[in-house]
Nanobody, 125 residues
């Protein structure tokens, strides 16, 4: 069965760091576009960062609010996707999920088919 197993969320003070992990099983991560998304109650899920492989190397996307603070990492040997989050802010508080799909253009949920269960990240104000 194709699935993701996520881990790494938690409570962290502003300015702190967390590393989210998303281990894929049943499929090869590198064959798909993959990404991290987040959702807060009452709002739609939004794309945080996406990455896909191409003949010229990996192509990554970051939403403006996380550029320079978050890094998406695809570990092919471990078939695992990571999100390194530094200098966390209260507005980063959300449930973070990983997703996989055939390709991405805009890093939006509609482009992705497989989802992890989500992990809570809380940054108090």
């Amino acid at each position: 069965q194709d699935q993701f197993v996520e881990s790494g969320g938690g409570l962290v003070q502003p300015g702190g760091s967390l590393r989210l992990s998303c281990e894929a099983s049943g499929f090869i991560l590198d064959y798909y576009a993959v990404g991290w998304f987040r959702q807060v109650p009452g709002k739609e899920r939004e794309g945080v960062s996406c990455i896909s492989s191409s003949d010229d190397g990996d192509i990554s996307f970051y939403r403006d609010s996380v550029k320079g603070r978050f890094t998406i990492i695809k570990n092919k040997a471990h078939n695992t996707l990571y999100l390194q989050m530094n200098n966390l802010k209260p507005e980063d508080t959300a449930v973070y999920s990983c997703g996989a799909g055939p390709a991405y253009r805009d890093c939006i949920p509609a482009e992705f088919d497989y989802w992890g269960q989500g992990t809570q990240v809380t940054v108090p104000s």
